[in-house]
């Protein structure tokens, strides 16, 4: 550990040189920069395209994902899209970002004005899709600040670059770890919460829900703090058009029912999201991960 500590330091001044002389490009060739970074990166980390590809190929083969072109075509558009993602934040942290944050448009947000009415806290149920970075920032600047959970990286100094931005506009951050209870207090204040509920959980955490066409470990959570405190969930992904970006809030999901069930209608909204912009989605994640062969 006191060997890797010094190297983590300078991996992140190394890289924060790097990120701060890339940022100053225009952004429009930043992107495209990114893209081709994405791109490269397809190419050299072969097992998370090999993730990728399978993922992808599975949701295909089973009917719940229909796309024009090949398995590996959407594989490599996704992994360029995560390059021209990363392209984005990095104007957000060292430059002005007035031509980015302008680039949003906003559907839905009647649904969150009435949750709010309620006086309850609102639970915003979103996934690896699109610029989701982008999209708590801006919930954090215009709907006075979120707090958002996040699981830590494990460079201590890159982790403080990533909080930085992610703390912007009045945001807060916890870890992933320990979360519960100050997120339950949150939520009965009439706090706005935001997490990530897309990805694969240890099988004492979630149950085995539908998504995409196959079993998948899904995260109890939401469903957990939302009984516990009468939270709103409420559904809410960003996507990137030819424009910019267009964030969209979707009806309130129904708490009634089975935790099966209403797992269920999270996974339900997350697929309908990703059909609309399957090369958004983070395919590299190993979502069907803990299974039974």
């Known amino acids: 550990m006191p060997l890797r500590r010094p190297c983590w330091r300078l991996q992140a001044l190394a890289a924060e040189a790097l990120l701060r002389l890339l940022a100053l490009l225009p952004l429009g060739l930043l992107r495209s920069l990114g893209r081709a970074a994405g791109l490269a990166l397809s190419l050299l980390w072969r097992g998370r395209y090999r993730v990728a590809l399978e993922g992808i190929s599975q949701a295909m083969a089973r009917g719940a994902l229909e796309v024009q072109g090949s398995a590996s075509a959407l594989a490599r558009a996704s992994f360029m899209h995560l390059g021209e993602s990363l392209a984005e934040l990095l104007k957000l942290q060292y430059c002005a970002s007035g031509e980015l944050l302008q680039s949003i448009s906003i559907r839905g947000q009647e649904h969150y004005r009435a949750a709010k009415r309620r006086g309850r806290g609102v639970i915003f ?13 801006w919930a954090g600047r215009h709907l006075g600040g979120l707090t958002v959970v996040a699981r830590p990286l494990k460079n201590p100094y890159l982790e403080r670059l990533l909080q930085g931005l992610r703390a912007r506009w009045g945001n807060r951050v916890l870890s992933k770890f320990g979360a519960l209870r100050p997120l339950v207090s949150l939520l009965r204040g009439g706090a706005t919460v935001g997490l990530l509920v897309d ?16 079993p ?18 409420l ?5 990137r058009t030819d424009k910019g970006h267009v964030i969209t809030i979707r009806p309130e999901i129904p708490l009634q029912g089975s935790e099966q069930e209403v797992l269920r209608r999270i996974n339900q909204s997350i697929e309908e999201a990703i059909r609309e912009a399957p090369q958004q989605w983070l395919w590299i994640h190993r979502r069907w991960k803990r299974l039974s062969p």
């Not at 149920?125 to 920032?137: D, F, K, R, S, V």
């Not at 240890?202 to 998504?211: A, C, I, K, T």
């Not at 899904?218 to 969930?233: I, M, W, Y």
């Open 235 to 239: 559904p809410a992904f960003i996507r």
């Open 125 to 137: 149920l979103t996934a690896h899709l699109g610029n989701w970075e982008l999209l708590a920032l």
């Open 216 to 233: 998948a470990w899904s995260s109890r959570v939401p469903l957990l703090l939302a009984r516990r405190t009468g939270a709103a969930l």
């Open 199 to 214: 990805q694969a959980v240890l099988p004492s955490e979630g149950l085995l829900v539908e998504f995409l066409g196959r």
